[in-house]
């Protein structure tokens, strides 16, 4: 027993504490919130607003962290694009266009598509530290503690290679079945409309359908493999098989909460993006007038464009990934007493494990 009171109905005004119905009617909780949320079972507004005050608190070491990633996988990315497009002696831009070079277009096409996965490698490896520094910043939030200096490139240094091997097995999963599903639905409307009957087309509609459902059961089933993987410091199918019996009678609640993340995530980068291209746009026509195709003002252009893209999806990512980690905290907490590790973790405060007392009685 952790000394919590078992979970009850309780009054309008607070989800967590106050007077409580049932076996403790009457009896007061004392406040059990040392950190960006309440050491209870969580509501989802409790998720969003631990998501949103753990960003805030914790903005400025989490957001340089994830700058210096950022930045370094751009450098990366745009070396690697100008190497490609060095070595291969001609445009990248015509490397797939049939018989464009020749040899050397067969060769730019070679050099096209190591590039294509050296820019996925890097970005796989970039979104695995920014998840990672996200899910130890929560770690410290949850508490209300801080993370020492230097202690994120510390941790997620030591984390990283497990945490790419565990991703990485999620993608070829959950990841390669959602991009199998996606193709025969696309397959089915570009040969539905040659085919005659339905019948023609019905296996890759259901095979296409039965596919995407496997990839969002499976990317579910996993969603805590992150967590497990960086917090609790579990090997790769260690993390999947754990993130499996966490999930376990939380599938639809873990599918709806990451779901609704996704998609506040989204709207608010697509905010930060229509803002950003009112300044991007004028910029951009102008860097387009400077020259024609393959000049500097295009590559400019082009440069400005990635960055209008790619800035608020990436300012988002910790939002999404801290999300998911409160997730985690609170099914933790509903099955196996959490509760309490997070309110030793803490130290001595009002949240500490106590009896509850009658109101008005002496502390």
């Given at each position: 027993?952790?000394g919590?009171p078992?979970?009850g109905?309780?009054?309008p005004h607070s989800?967590h504490?106050?007077?409580?119905q049932?076996?403790y009617?009457?009896?007061?909780v004392?406040p059990?919130?040392?950190?960006?949320?309440?050491?209870a079972?969580?509501?989802v507004?409790?998720l969003?607003?631990?998501a949103?005050?753990?960003?805030?608190?914790?903005?400025g070491?989490?957001?340089?962290?994830?700058g210096?990633?950022?930045g370094l996988?751009?450098?990366?990315?745009s070396?690697?694009?100008?190497?490609a497009?060095?070595?291969?002696?001609v445009?990248?831009?015509?490397?797939g266009?049939?018989?464009?070079g020749?040899a050397?277009?067969?060769?730019a096409?070679?050099?096209?598509i190591?590039l294509?996965?050296?820019?996925?490698?890097?970005?796989l490896v970039?979104?695995s530290?920014v998840?990672?520094?996200?899910l130890?910043?929560?770690?410290?939030a949850?508490v209300?503690?801080?993370?020492a200096?230097?202690e994120?490139h510390?941790?997620?240094?030591?984390?990283?290679p497990?945490?790419?091997?565990?991703?990485?097995?999620?993608a070829?999963t959950?990841?390669?079945?959602?991009?199998a599903?996606?193709?025969?639905?696309?397959?089915?409307?570009?040969?539905g409309?040659?085919?005659?009957?339905?019948?023609g087309?019905?296996?890759?509609l259901?095979?296409?359908l039965?596919a995407l459902t496997?990839?969002a059961y499976?990317?579910?089933?996993?969603?805590f493999?992150?967590?497990?993987?960086?917090l609790?410091?579990?090997?790769?199918?260690?993390?999947?098989?754990?993130?499996g019996r966490?999930v376990?009678g939380?599938?639809?609640?873990t599918?709806?909460v990451?779901?609704?993340?996704s998609?506040l995530?989204?709207a608010?980068?697509?905010?930060?993006q229509?803002?950003l291209?009112v300044?991007?746009?004028?910029?951009?026509f102008?860097a387009?007038?400077?020259g024609?195709?393959?000049?500097t003002g295009?590559?400019?252009?082009?440069l400005?464009?990635?960055?209008v893209?790619v800035a608020?999806?990436?300012?988002?990512?910790?939002?999404t990934?801290a999300i998911?980690?409160?997730l985690y905290?609170?099914r933790?907490?509903?099955?196996?007493?959490?509760?309490?590790?997070?309110?030793?973790a803490?130290?001595p405060?009002?949240?500490?494990p106590?009896?509850?007392?009658?109101?008005?009685?002496?502390?």
């Amino acid at each position: 027993m952790s000394g919590f009171p078992p979970p009850g109905p309780q009054q309008p005004h607070s989800p967590h504490h106050g007077p409580h119905q049932g076996p403790y009617q009457g009896w007061h909780v004392p406040p059990n919130k040392p950190g960006v949320i309440p050491l209870a079972p969580l509501l989802v507004g409790d998720l969003l607003g631990g998501a949103f005050n753990t960003i805030r608190r914790l903005s400025g070491p989490l957001y340089g962290y994830v700058g210096k990633v950022a930045g370094l996988a751009a450098l990366v990315i745009s070396s690697a694009v100008l190497l490609a497009h060095t070595v291969a002696g001609v445009s990248l831009w015509d490397a797939g266009r049939t018989g464009s070079g020749g040899a050397g277009g067969t060769f730019a096409l070679g050099v096209l598509i190591l590039l294509v996965t050296v820019c996925v490698a890097v970005v796989l490896v970039a979104g695995s530290a920014v998840e990672a520094a996200t899910l130890v910043a929560v770690s410290h939030a949850v508490v209300g503690t801080r993370p020492a200096p230097g202690e994120l490139h510390t941790r997620v240094r030591a984390k990283l290679p497990s945490l790419v091997l565990c991703r990485l097995l999620l993608a070829l999963t959950a990841g390669c079945l959602g991009a199998a599903g996606y193709g025969m639905l696309v397959s089915t409307f570009v040969f539905g409309a040659a085919q005659t009957s339905l019948a023609g087309v019905l296996p890759l509609l259901l095979g296409g359908l039965a596919a995407l459902t496997a990839a969002a059961y499976l990317y579910v089933r996993f969603a805590f493999s992150s967590a497990v993987c960086v917090l609790e410091g579990k090997p790769p199918m260690a993390a999947l098989r754990r993130s499996g019996r966490l999930v376990k009678g939380a599938w639809w609640r873990t599918f709806g909460v990451t779901a609704l993340a996704s998609v506040l995530s989204g709207a608010l980068a697509q905010v930060a993006q229509s803002a950003l291209l009112v300044v991007a746009v004028p910029l951009t026509f102008l860097a387009l007038a400077t020259g024609d195709a393959g000049s500097t003002g295009t590559v400019v252009a082009l440069l400005i464009v990635a960055l209008v893209m790619v800035a608020p999806t990436v300012t988002m990512l910790p939002f999404t990934y801290a999300i998911a980690a409160l997730l985690y905290t609170d099914r933790r907490i509903r099955t196996e007493d959490h509760a309490a590790t997070l309110a030793a973790a803490a130290g001595p405060g009002p949240w500490s494990p106590q009896p509850p007392t009658r109101p008005g009685s002496p502390a």
